[in-house]
């Protein structure tokens, strides 16, 4: 395998990671100095208990279906390879998402049980993954493959919290309002630069109260930007959540009934004039 493109597989692997910070694959990768993520990244903002869990079984489906596949003198790409095991595995125990399937293929052309082929045309290179030279232990279960998953209880304390902070997002939509007016006066950039939207919910969940919190949470550098407003706001926010957040609902609902009752009274006084 040529170095350049086992370098970009480990990034890959490095990225899909669910226990390290993301970010700090981009670092290694192009030879920079480690630097502090702050919760940039979702690995970091939202910790969650990481288990190995063996996959050995969608490995040999994995090479199964390559077999077949190769000896159909046919070829498919990671993605194409990908959604035909979207389909095929479920009667393997767990089923596993896009984003994972994804990295156990990594994962296992890393490992030497699979290999990717690459086919030059005037345009473009094309990559096909085929069956590696490992690839017979993993059908005779003489090699274990293992990948990182949130565990089970993470992954429904995740999907609770997730629903929790849809219910209780009164300090989120104020943050995100906040966001897009920092945007505009900063010159006219993204939102998202701002804050994104990992870092506006660990704000919604820490509610930081000083500038050393806040710096932990987003950075020194948009601490320094923006650190008094995003504070501000929090503390608004904290003096009163519910009047605040009803008090908004209210103001609403309020604009839009006084909206329609202005436009009925313009209706009415223009058929008056008519008469």
Same mark, same amino acid.
């Given at each position: 395998?040529?170095?350049?493109?086992?370098?970009?597989?480990?990034?890959?692997?490095?990225?899909?990671?669910?226990?390290?910070?993301?970010?700090?694959?981009?670092?290694?990768?192009?030879?920079?100095?480690?630097?502090?993520?702050?919760?940039?990244?979702?690995?970091?903002?939202?910790?969650?208990?990481?288990?190995?869990?063996?996959?050995?079984?969608?490995?040999?489906?994995?090479?199964?279906?390559?077999?077949?596949?190769?000896?159909?003198?046919?070829?498919?790409?990671?993605?194409?390879?990908?959604? /035909?095991?979207?389909?095929?595995?479920?009667?393997? &125990?767990? #089923?596993? $998402?896009? !984003? =994972? *399937?994804?990295?156990?293929?990594?994962?296992?052309?890393?490992?030497?049980?699979?290999?990717?082929?690459?086919?030059?045309?005037?345009?473009?290179?094309?990559?096909?993954?085929?069956?590696?030279?490992?690839?017979?232990?993993?059908?005779?279960?003489?090699?274990?493959?293992?990948?990182?998953?949130?565990?089970?209880?993470?992954?429904?304390?995740?999907?609770? /919290?997730?629903?929790?902070?849809?219910?209780?997002? &009164?300090? #989120?939509? $104020?943050? !995100? =309002? *906040?966001?897009?007016?920092?945007?505009?006066?900063?010159?006219?950039?993204?939102?998202?630069?701002?804050?994104?939207?990992?870092?506006?919910?660990?704000?919604?969940?820490?509610?930081?109260?000083?500038?050393?919190?806040?710096?932990?949470?987003?950075?020194?550098?948009?601490?320094?930007?923006?650190?008094?407003?995003?504070?501000?706001?929090?503390?608004?926010?904290?003096?009163?959540?519910?009047?605040?957040?009803? &008090?908004?609902?209210?103001?609403?609902?309020?604009?839009?009934?006084?909206?329609?009752?202005?436009?009925?009274?313009?209706?009415?006084?223009?058929?008056?004039?008519?008469?």
């Amino acid at each position: 395998m040529p170095g350049a493109t086992k370098s970009i597989l480990r990034f890959r692997m490095g990225i899909l990671s669910k226990r390290e910070c993301r970010r700090s694959a981009f670092f290694r990768h192009f030879a920079e100095p480690l630097q502090e993520c702050n919760g940039m990244c979702d690995n970091c903002a939202f910790s969650n208990d990481v288990e190995d869990l063996d996959v050995s079984s969608h490995a040999k489906l994995i090479v199964s279906m390559l077999k077949d596949i190769q000896e159909n003198d046919q070829r498919v790409t990671m993605l194409q390879l990908v959604e /035909k095991l979207k389909v095929k595995q479920k009667n393997l &125990g767990p #089923d596993l $998402k896009k !984003d =994972e *399937l994804e990295q156990l293929v990594v994962k296992l052309i890393l490992d030497y049980v699979l290999k990717e082929e690459f086919q030059h045309t005037a345009y473009a290179t094309n990559a096909y993954v085929t069956v590696g030279p490992l690839a017979k232990q993993v059908l005779q279960g003489n090699k274990i493959i293992k990948v990182e998953m949130p565990t089970r209880q993470s992954r429904t304390s995740s999907s609770m /919290k997730s629903s929790k902070r849809e219910r209780l997002s &009164g300090l #989120d939509d $104020k943050l !995100d =309002e *906040l966001r897009k007016e920092l945007a505009s006066i900063h010159g006219a950039i993204f939102p998202h630069s701002v804050l994104s939207t990992q870092q506006i919910s660990a704000l919604s969940a820490q509610k930081p109260k000083s500038i050393e919190e806040l710096e932990k949470i987003i950075g020194k550098l948009k601490t320094e930007k923006y650190g008094s407003r995003i504070l501000e706001e929090i503390a608004g926010y904290e003096s009163d959540p519910q009047q605040d957040a009803e &008090g908004s609902k209210e103001t609403k609902g309020n604009t839009v009934k006084k909206l329609k009752t202005k436009k009925a009274l313009v209706v009415l006084e223009s058929s008056e004039d008519e008469a």
